[in-house]
């Protein structure tokens, strides 16, 4: 099955600065990748997803990064802002014949103002 | 926005006792899931439902769980005989597609077994 793993596991940045998160995926068939952001005691809610038929997705601050070939993507959030501290999730599916998704650890991410 | 709703938010049970945690997906949606995170822990999927029938679930899915959708609203999941071991947040997500595109998660519910 679908493993993911996912780096770093905390990660405190200055308010304006980037904060970058990376994620690996063992099957090479997975072609969803989904970026969940938790903030604490709610659910995991979607911020910006990708297929695999792209490289790159962009969404305001928040950008997303896939390397097919690497099996890695990553979660950028440029000029940071403290409503971005959360825990942030990454996970991976093969969508045509699974129904799950796999995510990966989970990154706490700290804005310090 | 639509919003995936759960409820209760905490339910605290004592071992061995049957619980509910409820589930109002979103209304157009077809795919319903239940995943599950232990305190400090990855998110894990539990179960997917489809038509009225699972249609997967993980290891973790033993006969004590079972889920229903029993007015076309609601989905349910049910633990018959709680261990200590099934305490954590249960996340009940709804989506239009299949393979969990798109997921939106509810707010979760706590289940605390003691």
């Known amino acids: 099955g679908e493993n993911v793993e996912q780096h770093p596991s905390t990660l405190s940045v200055q308010e304006g600065d980037s904060a970058v998160i990376k994620c690996t995926y063992s099957?090479?068939?997975?072609?969803?990748f989904p970026w969940y952001k938790q903030e604490l005691g709610k659910g995991p809610q979607l911020i910006i997803d990708i297929r695999s038929n792209v490289g790159e997705k962009k969404d305001q601050r928040i950008a997303v990064t896939l390397n097919k070939t690497a099996k890695h993507f990553s979660l950028h959030i440029t000029e940071t802002q403290p409503e971005d501290s959360a825990v942030y999730f990454c996970?991976?599916?093969?969508?045509?014949?699974?129904?799950?998704?796999?995510f990966g650890t989970g990154t706490r991410l700290t804005i310090i103002p | 926005e639509p919003e995936v709703t759960q409820t209760p938010s905490h339910q605290v049970t004592q071992m061995g006792q049957e619980v509910i945690l409820r589930c109002v997906p979103i209304s157009n949606h077809l795919y319903f899931y239940w995943y599950r995170q232990i305190l400090g822990q990855k998110v894990e999927f539990l179960v997917s439902?489809?038509?009225?029938?699972?249609?997967?679930k993980s290891e973790i899915f033993d006969d004590q769980f079972s889920v229903e959708r029993p007015d076309g609203s609601n989905f349910t999941l049910k633990i018959r005989s709680t261990k200590l071991e099934d305490s954590a947040m249960y996340f009940c997500a709804s989506t239009t597609q299949r393979g969990s595109s798109e997921a939106f998660f509810g707010q979760g519910t706590r289940l605390t077994v003691v």
């Open positions: 099957d090479s068939a997975s072609n969803y």
């Open positions: 996970a991976a599916i093969e969508d045509f014949g699974n129904e799950k998704l796999t």
């Open positions: 439902f489809y038509n009225n029938e699972i249609s997967e």
